[in-house]
């Protein structure tokens, strides 16, 4: 890694103020019984216990995004024609995102690959990344909903920060890991901690080597491909499923979206929105036709997505980083875990019982 | 930053109806040049690709480009009315301004058809994308074998393209047979279903690929009576229809399994279609 700062746990509220001046800070907040990344404001302080219950994918991926500007307008022509003005609207904004975690931070690297990709970039999410530092802290305490080790990632890594943060008793150190967080590691007035960056390592080591292990999932794609046709399998793992889409909308790295017009006068906005494959609507075309009608075949999308069609296009790399806000959130106690893990041996076992 | 189509993937080129053709009673036809000259002419697209039109204010939505890219003075999309965009879409006049971001998707291996019997089958609005890849193996027409069509509405007055039929009719250079469901006291050509007038037809697999598109039980049962007149798999061509946003492989809208429609389609081979995942 690259330059180490460190910072005092009590001087960190005021450094983020001084950061704030120059650009948005968003940062987790408690807000009743949850924690979301919202502007911060010294006043209302940070929550950096745990994990937030949404993840920061909205620092790139806004829930509502103006991409274009329109404007009707009427010629001085005789008879008069409607003219039609668009206008790009590119975002601008510095950004710092702090307390994002490992998981977190692993769900930009999902994203980056589709909207990043070569030659099809999405300037729109471009702008952003180009203008928004991700300041990642590691964990100290997995909680029993994490599973980021049995997916790749892990409670220490550093895959798509800008810097880590690790605590090291009263200190925060930070280190950059990009040479985005680099040149804004620079800028700041915080002293070097390069000695520290051993004892920070460490630190990340012993929290990765205390948490569960777990069988891994990085072997799903194959299994979960295999059983497209299964049906049963799929109207079992669904069978309690709301298709409230919670899952989706506080999932890191569900990305799909809308796009639709607001207008108003001869006027409006292009907007993309964050959309949802849980929804009957999603799939539904005009002549009502519906190829995901039952929430069996959307349950299937949205797991075959992340553990199947994303690693086959992404050299296997899963959509699903571990976070588990997916479990602990839903509604009806689903466990994605549990899913792929009954993919993983389902086959076995219907062999085992027509062995029978 | 950009103000530049294809570098902003959600920006669409502006444009201007040139002319609105009505075609049956809920398909409109209209012929649209890009404002920019110099767009319009740098403009490349393979018979097959598709289009998003935008009305600004109501949104956008997929149309294949049904001119052929050999004739350039304009660029043609005919669109039935079933819903929200398109109802608008048919309100629009002569000089009224869209948007247009093409070309999307992938097109029909017209390179690989070279030297082959080609042999349209096309069912209603599904006779446009048939029709981009007509004229231009017309236009092209030595590099191509015989090449048959048969074109089926519901009834007489529901034949897109009416204008083109004496013509395509009278040619020597290709065969055509026309059909409907309902026929009319002044109707002089035949009255059956498309599966079943192809069959009478009775085209010859051999060095043959038929290229078919229309309402999904049109297809199904198309493919039925290829199969029965010896087609394979892979001599087959058909287009899927997806629900699409972004038509560049990242709004996730229109997969089917690890494939985008509006990028790996909207064009596929039957033996394409069949590996794909159950979930048309
Ligand atoms: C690759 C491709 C090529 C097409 N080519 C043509 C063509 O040349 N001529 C033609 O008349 N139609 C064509 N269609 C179908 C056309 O896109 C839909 O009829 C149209 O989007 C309906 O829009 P709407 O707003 O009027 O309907 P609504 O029902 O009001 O639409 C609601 C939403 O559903 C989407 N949608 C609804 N039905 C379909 C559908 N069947 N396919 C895709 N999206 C749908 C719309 O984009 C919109 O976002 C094509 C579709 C695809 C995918
Ligand atoms: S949060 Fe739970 S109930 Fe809601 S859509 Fe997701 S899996 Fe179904
Ligand atoms: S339309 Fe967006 S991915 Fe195909």
Not at chain 2, 199 to 211: D, F, I, L, T
Request: hydrophobic letters at 35%.
């Amino acid at each position: 890694m690259g330059a180490a700062r460190c910072i005092k746990k009590d001087a960190l509220l005021t450094w983020l103020e001084e950061v704030g001046k120059s650009r948005l800070v968003l940062a987790p907040r408690a807000q009743g019984k949850s924690t979301a990344f919202l502007p911060f404001d010294p006043a209302k302080g940070i929550s950096l216990s745990g994990l937030a219950t949404s993840s920061p994918k909205q620092a790139l991926i806004p829930r509502h995004e103006a991409l274009l500007e329109f404007r009707y307008t009427k010629t001085d022509q005789v008879p008069a024609q409607t003219g039609l003005a668009v206008r790009e609207l590119i975002p601008n904004q510095p950004t710092l995102v702090f307390g994002a975690r490992p998981c977190d931070a692993r769900g930009f690297t999902v994203l980056d690959r589709v909207y990043d990709a070569g030659a099809k970039r999405d300037v729109y999410y471009c702008a952003r990344r180009d203008k928004t530092i991700v300041a990642t802290v590691a964990c100290t305490e997995p909680a029993d909903t994490c599973f980021c080790n049995r997916v790749g990632g892990g409670p220490g890594d550093s895959a798509g920060s800008d810097i880590l943060v690790t605590e090291l008793d009263q200190l925060y150190v930070l280190e950059a890991v990009t040479q985005r967080g680099e040149a804004f590691l620079l800028e700041q007035k915080l002293p070097d901690a390069t000695e520290l960056a051993d004892k920070a390592q460490a630190a990340r080591a012993a929290v990765r080597a205390a948490m569960p292990e777990g069988d891994s999932l990085l072997g799903a794609p194959d299994k979960v491909g295999a059983l497209f046709d299964e049906m049963p399998f799929w109207d079992g793992v669904a069978a309690k499923c709301l298709s409230c889409g919670a899952c989706s909308y506080l999932c890191p790295t569900c990305y799909c979206f809308n796009i639709t017009d607001e207008s108003k006068g001869g006027q409006g906005v292009r907007v993309r929105t964050w959309d949802n494959c849980m929804s009957f609507q999603f799939t539904l075309e005009g002549s009502g036709h519906n190829p995901r009608a039952t929430k069996s075949q959307r349950m299937r999308n949205r797991v075959g997505h992340k553990f199947c069609y994303y690693p086959t296009l992404h050299d296997g790399a899963l959509s699903c980083v571990g976070c588990g806000r997916c479990i602990a959130h839903c509604p009806v106690s689903m466990d994605i875990r549990r899913i792929v893990s009954k993919a993983l041996t389902y086959e076995k076992a219907a062999k085992e019982h027509s062995n029978v | 930053m950009s103000e530049n189509p294809g570098t902003n993937l959600y920006l669409p080129f502006m444009a201007t109806i040139q002319e609105v053709v009505r075609e049956t009673q809920n398909i409109k036809t209209f012929r649209v040049t890009l404002n920019d000259p110099e767009q319009m002419r740098n403009f490349r697209f393979a018979p097959g690709q598709v289009g998003q039109l935008s009305v600004f204010g109501v949104g956008e939505s997929t149309f294949v480009i049904n001119s052929p890219p050999t004739r350039m003075e304009y660029l043609q999309f005919s669109v039935m009315r079933v819903g929200e965009l398109t109802t608008r879409l048919h309100k629009l006049r002569k000089g009224d301004q869209i948007g247009v971001r093409a070309p999307l998707g992938n097109s029909f291996p017209f390179e690989d058809m070279k030297g082959k019997n080609v042999v349209f089958v096309g069912g209603g609005i599904g006779m446009a994308p048939l029709r981009t890849l007509l004229l231009y193996m017309l236009d092209n027409r030595t590099d191509y074998g015989d090449i048959t069509l048969l074109y089926g509405a519901r009834s007489p007055s529901d034949m897109a393209f009416s204008y083109e039929l004496p013509d395509w009719l009278a040619r020597k250079d290709m065969s055509t047979v026309l059909t409907v469901d309902n026929g009319t006291p002044d109707w002089a050509h035949k009255v059956g279903l498309i599966p079943n007038v192809l069959k009478e037809m009775n085209p010859s697999p051999e060095n043959s690929v038929a290229v078919t598109c229309g309402p999904p039980i049109m297809i199904k049962f198309t493919i039925q009576a290829l199969h029965a007149l010896g087609f394979q798999d892979e001599q087959i061509i058909t287009t899927l229809e997806k629900r699409m946003k972004c038509g560049v492989g990242i709004c996730g809208r229109c997969n089917i399994g690890s494939k985008y429609v509006c990028q790996d389609g909207p064009v596929f081979t039957y033996a394409q279609l069949r590996e794909l995942p159950n979930e048309l």
